[in-house]
């Protein structure tokens, strides 16, 4: 937070006219901005993805609705309708487990992660085993739900998940939500890491391999449609593996925090229907964060005025809704989310 006092511009300003007629035009410019200088300033980093997937440019739109800078002009006049005095901004990361190890450790003030992952580190279980439970997570809102995408090189002649025995897959990097998913899924159809070529590569690498003709397939959990698979399909250069049937089914009745999902046709250029898995993308925070500032960032995520933003930001911006705010959420609610939840209705117990 940074504060600058009324008293300090005047005098700084004051010092500046015995300069001479120059420094009066810049003691005039510092009367016009005295008052939004004056007022305090939060910056906010919101940790994301990778800009190939879905988490980079809706943690940009949310940045967009919840920041309210200085000098913006009312949100009654048709201005900015988020939090005054704050700028957030969105910061590129690995992904779901890289982003609640940065909220937990104070690398970042509030990230995107995947339920399931949250779920995970908050009761110590799946990748979080071997360390302490994050207890110290918070949930501000369910978002919208990610497709796991199966992506497969029309060449590489695969039909099913059992023929990418052997072949070259990119399982996402550390620290990404899809590399936890893409071992889970393997797993469910009696494939280890070890039964494949497994390759280390976030999306965007994916893309250039794929295009290289140097891998064959890559996991991709995000909310469709997905820069980087849309550059392929337009290649023509791939197609959807559908995850279905009896083994699906099977791992859903073991992994609650997903559920029965589609990839519907045209998503991507020329790409039928496909049948897949998703879990949801939820808002995260630390316990420690201001009750005041997550109330106020609740309000502004959900004021009828920045509906628009979030309508036309993103295809899944359409999707984060009031109603399906605390959908799928497992660990606790932070204090000011949970005050706004309660005055609006959406909390009532």
């Given at each position: 937070?940074?504060?600058?006092?009324?008293?300090?511009?005047?005098?700084?300003?004051?010092?500046?006219?015995?300069?001479?007629?120059?420094?009066?035009?810049?003691?005039?410019?510092?009367?016009?901005?005295?008052?939004?200088?004056?007022?305090?300033?939060?910056?906010?980093?919101?940790?994301?993805?990778?800009?190939?997937?879905?988490?980079?440019?809706?943690?940009?739109?949310?940045?967009?609705?919840?920041?309210?800078?200085?000098?913006?002009?009312?949100?009654?006049?048709?201005?900015?309708?988020?939090?005054?005095?704050?700028?957030?901004?969105?910061?590129?990361?690995?992904?779901?487990?890289?982003?609640?190890?940065?909220?937990?450790?104070?690398?970042?003030?509030?990230?995107?992660?995947?339920?399931?992952?949250?779920?995970?580190?908050?009761?110590?279980?799946?990748?979080?085993?071997?360390?302490?439970?994050?207890?110290?997570?918070?949930?501000?809102?369910?978002?919208?739900?990610?497709?796991?995408?199966?992506?497969?090189?029309?060449?590489?002649?695969?039909?099913?998940?059992?023929?990418?025995?052997?072949?070259?897959?990119?399982?996402?990097?550390?620290?990404?939500?899809?590399?936890?998913?893409?071992?889970?899924?393997?797993?469910a159809y009696?494939?280890?890491?070890?039964?494949?070529?497994?390759?280390?590569?976030?999306?965007?690498?994916a893309v250039?391999?794929?295009?290289?003709?140097?891998?064959?397939?890559?996991?991709?959990?995000?909310?469709?449609?997905?820069?980087?698979?849309?550059?392929?399909?337009?290649?023509?250069?791939?197609?959807?593996?559908?995850?279905?049937?009896?083994?699906?089914?099977?791992?859903?009745?073991?992994?609650?925090?997903?559920?029965?999902?589609?990839?519907?046709?045209?998503?991507?250029?020329?790409?039928?229907?496909?049948?897949?898995?998703?879990?949801?993308?939820?808002?995260?925070?630390?316990?420690?964060?201001?009750?005041?500032?997550?109330?106020?960032?609740?309000?502004?995520?959900w004021h009828?005025?920045?509906?628009?933003?979030?309508?036309?930001?993103?295809?899944?911006?359409?999707?984060?809704?009031?109603?399906?705010?605390?959908?799928?959420?497992?660990?606790?609610?932070?204090?000011?989310?949970?005050?706004?939840?309660?005055?609006?209705?959406?909390?009532?117990?």
């Amino acid at each position: 937070m940074q504060e600058v006092q009324e008293g300090e511009l005047i005098f700084i300003a004051k010092s500046l006219l015995r300069g001479g007629v120059l420094f009066s035009l810049l003691f005039i410019t510092f009367l016009s901005i005295e008052s939004a200088s004056a007022q305090s300033i939060t910056f906010l980093r919101i940790g994301t993805g990778s800009t190939a997937g879905t988490y980079y440019p809706i943690g940009t739109l949310i940045a967009s609705v919840i920041s309210n800078p200085p000098g913006s002009r009312p949100c009654e006049a048709g201005g900015s309708c988020g939090v005054p005095g704050l700028i957030a901004t969105a910061q590129t990361t690995h992904g779901s487990v890289a982003n609640i190890h940065g909220v937990a450790n104070g690398s970042f003030d509030t990230a995107l992660a995947q339920s399931d992952m949250v779920a995970a580190a908050y009761n110590g279980q799946g990748i979080f085993r071997k360390n302490d439970p994050v207890t110290s997570l918070r949930v501000i809102a369910n978002l919208y739900p990610e497709d796991i995408h199966l992506v497969v090189r029309r060449e590489a002649n695969i039909n099913s998940v059992g023929d990418l025995k052997g072949k070259r897959v990119s399982i996402d990097v550390p620290g990404s939500g899809t590399r936890e998913n893409a071992k889970q899924i393997l797993k469910a159809y009696g494939l280890s890491i070890k039964d494949i070529d497994a390759v280390t590569a976030d999306p965007d690498k994916a893309v250039t391999l794929m295009l290289q003709d140097s891998l064959d397939a890559f996991f991709f959990v995000a909310g469709y449609p997905v820069t980087a698979v849309s550059e392929l399909a337009d290649a023509e250069k791939i197609e959807l593996l559908p995850i279905e049937g009896e083994v699906a089914k099977k791992f859903l009745a073991d992994h609650p925090y997903y559920s029965a999902s589609e990839i519907p046709a045209d998503t991507y250029l020329d790409l039928r229907t496909v049948p897949t898995l998703a879990v949801t993308t939820q808002w995260i925070v630390s316990a420690d964060m201001s009750e005041e500032l997550v109330y106020e960032m609740t309000r502004a995520l959900w004021h009828p005025e920045n509906r628009h933003l979030l309508d036309r930001g993103h295809a899944k911006g359409k999707l984060i809704l009031p109603e399906t705010a605390l959908k799928g959420v497992g660990i606790p609610v932070h204090p000011g989310a949970e005050r706004y939840y309660r005055e609006v209705g959406v909390l009532t117990d």
